[in-house]
C-alpha cells in the first residue's frame, strides 16, 4: 500500500467511526425539534419548539433542574473547600504520613462507589437520615474528596511558598495566607476542581436514586430515567427535548475546563503527587 | 480516573517564619473536616459493610430489629446462589467485552489513526466521541434505547425488525458501554503516543519495518505502562457500572443482563436483604481494591 493510500484509508476509517459515534445522537437531536417523533431518526421534516415547550413545566424540568443544581453546587463548594484546607499542610508541611495519605486517596478513587451505598443506605435508614438531602451531600462531598485533595494539593504545589513569606511577615496565620494569597493565585485550579466535582454529580443517578425517598427532592438525573421509564415509549419527542435540557450544562462546564483536563490524561507511566 | 496536571511541587519546607513553628497539632487542623467526612461516610460505611456481611441484617421482619452473627453463612449462599453466579459471569463478560475489548482497542486505534491526521478531522472525530463521554449515562440509555428499539434508527438503516434490547441485551448494553466509554481511552492513549519520540520510530522504519511491525515492536512496548493502567482504571470505572443497564435493560429479559451491581441493587434495596446484599458489596469492594493496588503497581507516583 503507497504511503497516499495509507492515509486515505486512515481519513475514511476515522470518518466511518465519527458517524457511528455520531448515530445514536441523532435520534436525539431531531426528535427533540419534531411533535411527531417516532423512535427512528427520520429526517426532519417539520421543525418546532413544541416539545421543549411541553416538558418546561415546574415539575417535569425546572425543579429537576434546581434540585440537581442545589445538590451538585452544594457538593462542590462543600468539596472545593473541604479539600482546599486538606491541602494546605499536605503541600506545605513536611508530614511524616503524607506519602501514605496521598497513596491511600489515590486507592480510594478506584474503588467502586456503586458498592459502598449499601452500607450508606442502611446506616441512613438507621440514623434517620433516608431522604435528607443533606445527608445526601455529605455522602457525596465524603466520596469526592480523595480526587479532589489529590488535584488540589497538585494545584497548590504550583503555587511557589515565596509568595506567602510576605504575608507571614505582616503576622498572618495559615488561614489568612490560604485565604488572602494561595487561594486567589490557585483560583483556575480551583475552578477546575468544582466543575469536575459539578459535572460528575450532575449525572449522578444511583446515589440519589437509592438515598432520597420523595420525587420532589429528586435531581433532574433520577426524573430523566422516571419519565423516560414511564413515557419513553410514547412521548419520544419530549424524552429528546428533556435530555438536551438536562445534558446542556454538563456539556457547556466540560468545554469550559477542557483545556485544564486535557493534561490530566498524561500518566505515561508517571504521577505527579 | 486520575493523574494530574500542575508543574512539579516546590521545596514542601516552610520557612522558618512561616507557621511551621506553630503546634504540630494546630498545623493538621486543616486535615480535620476532610478526615470526618471521609471517615463517617467513606470508612465507617466500608468497615460496617465488614460486619453487617457476617450477620441476618434486614430492613424489614425480625430481623431489622435484632439481626444476629450468621457466620459465613451470606458467603455461603452466595456463592451457591445460581443467581449471583450468573450476575458475575455477566460482569465478567461485560467488563471484558466492553472495556478490556471494546473501548480499550477502539480508543487505542482511533488514537493511532488520529496522529498525522489535520486538525478539523481530529477535532471533528474527538468532538463526537467525547460527547458520548460527557452526557449523562441516563440520557446515554435513553439514545441507544431509541437507536436499538424495535422501530429505532439502526433497524431503520438495516431495514430489519429485530428487538435487540430483548434478543441480545448483553450485546446491547455492551455496545452502548463501549459507545459511551471510548473516550477516556482514547485521550489516555493520544497523550501516550504524543509522548513516543518520533525518531525511534523513523529509525526502525529505515530499517526497514513496515507500520505493524513499527506498531507492535517499537510503539506498543513504549506505551505499555499507559496500557496497563488504562486497563486497569477503566475496569475499575465498568465493574460497578448500574445505571447504564439499568436504564436500558433493568437486567432483564429475566436476569439475562443482570450484572452483579443490578444484583446488589436487587437484593439490598429491593428486598431489603441488607446482609446478604453488603456481602455481595464487599466482594466487589475486594475486586475494585485489588484492582487498584495494581493500579498503584503500575505507575510511578512521584513525591506523593
Known amino acids: 500500500m503507497t504511503r497516499h493510500a495509507a492515509r486515505t484509508a486512515a481519513t475514511l476509517a476515522l470518518l466511518l467511526i465519527a458517524v457511528a459515534f455520531a448515530g445514536p445522537f441523532l435520534w436525539v437531536l431531531l426528535a427533540s425539534v419534531q411533535p411527531e417523533a417516532t423512535l427512528a431518526a427520520a429526517p426532519a421534516l417539520t421543525f418546532s419548539l413544541d416539545n421543549f415547550r411541553a416538558v418546561l413545566t415546574w415539575e417535569t424540568i425546572i425543579l429537576p433542574l434546581i434540585n440537581s443544581i442545589v445538590i451538585s453546587g452544594s457538593t462542590a463548594i462543600l468539596t472545593v473547600v473541604v479539600a482546599g484546607l486538606a491541602a494546605y499542610p499536605l503541600s506545605r508541611y513536611q508530614l511524616r504520613f503524607r506519602r501514605p495519605f496521598m497513596l491511600t486517596l489515590l486507592f480510594t478513587t478506584g474503588l467502586p462507589v456503586t458498592a459502598v451505598l449499601v452500607p450508606v443506605y442502611a446506616m441512613f435508614f438507621r440514623f434517620n437520615l433516608y431522604g435528607s438531602v443533606p445527608a445526601m451531600v455529605l455522602f457525596l462531598t465524603a466520596s469526592s474528596l480523595p480526587f479532589s485533595i489529590w488535584m488540589m494539593k497538585n494545584f497548590m504545589d504550583g ?15 495559615w488561614f489568612q495566607s490560604l485565604r488572602a494569597v494561595v487561594g486567589p493565585l490557585m483560583a483556575p485550579g480551583i475552578a477546575v476542581v468544582a466543575i469536575f466535582v459539578f459535572v460528575g454529580q450532575w449525572g449522578n443517578f444511583f446515589a440519589p436514586f ?4 420523595a420525587p420532589e427532592k429528586q435531581p433532574a438525573a433520577v426524573t430523566v ?15 429528546a427535548a428533556f435530555s438536551i435540557l438536562y445534558t446542556a450544562p454538563a456539556v457547556v462546564l466540560y468545554v469550559a475546563v477542557n483545556k485544564y483536563l486535557a493534561g490530566s490524561f498524561s500518566f505515561a507511566g508517571s504521577v505527579k503527587g | 480516573m486520575t493523574i494530574a496536571t500542575a508543574p512539579s511541587p516546590p521545596a514542601t519546607q516552610a520557612p522558618s517564619g512561616g ?9 493538621l487542623l486543616p486535615l480535620v473536616p476532610s478526615f470526618v467526612l471521609l471517615a463517617l461516610f467513606l470508612a465507617g460505611p466500608i468497615l460496617w459493610s465488614v460486619y453487617v456481611a457476617f450477620t441476618n441484617e434486614t430492613l424489614t421482619g425480625s430481623a431489622s430489629v435484632n439481626s444476629t452473627f450468621v457466620g459465613l453463612d451470606n458467603f455461603v449462599r452466595m456463592f451457591g446462589d445460581p443467581n449471583f453466579l450468573n450476575s458475575f459471569l455477566l460482569t465478567f463478560v461485560f467488563v471484558i467485552g466492553s472495556a ?7 480508543g487505542l486505534v482511533i488514537a493511532l489513526l488520529q496522529r498525522g491526521r489535520g486538525r478539523l478531522l481530529r477535532s471533528v472525530v474527538n468532538g463526537v466521541v467525547i460527547a458520548a463521554w460527557v452526557m449523562p449515562e441516563i440520557v446515554a440509555a435513553a439514545c441507544w434505547f431509541s437507536f436499538l428499539a424495535e422501530d429505532g434508527t439502526l433497524n431503520t438503516v438495516l431495514g430489519i425488525s429485530q428487538e435487540w434490547l430483548y434478543t441480545a441485551p448483553m450485546v446491547a448494553v455492551i455496545l452502548a458501554n463501549v459507545w459511551r ?12 503516543l504524543s509522548e513516543v519520540p518520533a525518531d525511534l520510530v523513523e529509525a526502525a522504519a529505515v530499517d526497514g519495518a513496515g507500520p505493524l511491525r513499527r506498531l507492535v515492536h517499537v510503539t506498543l512496548p513504549l506505551i505499555r505502562r499507559s496500557i496497563m493502567a488504562n486497563l486497569m482504571l477503566i475496569t475499575l470505572q465498568t465493574l460497578a457500572s448500574f445505571g447504564l443497564i439499568y436504564a436500558l435493560t433493568g437486567g432483564g429479559p429475566g436476569t439475562a443482563s443482570q450484572t452483579t451491581p443490578l444484583y446488589m441493587y436487587e437484593q439490598a434495596f429491593r428486598y431489603f436483604e441488607i446482609g446478604y446484599g453488603s456481602a455481595i458489596a464487599l466482594v466487589l469492594l475486594v475486586i475494585g481494591a485489588l484492582f487498584s493496588l495494581v493500579y498503584l503497581r503500575l505507575i510511578k507516583v512521584e513525591d506523593a
Open chain 1, 159 to 173: 503555587v511557589p511558598v515565596s509568595l506567602e513569606e510576605a504575608a507571614w511577615v505582616d503576622g498572618a496565620g
Open chain 1, 210 to 213: 437509592v438515598l432520597l425517598d
Open chain 1, 225 to 239: 430515567y422516571t419519565f423516560f421509564s414511564q413515557y419513553g415509549q410514547v412521548a419520544y419527542g419530549q424524552l
Open chain 2, 19 to 27: 507557621p511551621s513553628r506553630r503546634g504540630a497539632l494546630r498545623r
Open chain 2, 100 to 106: 478490556v475489548i471494546g473501548q480499550n482497542t477502539l
Open chain 2, 181 to 192: 466509554g471510548t473516550a477516556f481511552s482514547m485521550l489516555v492513549y493520544s497523550a501516550a
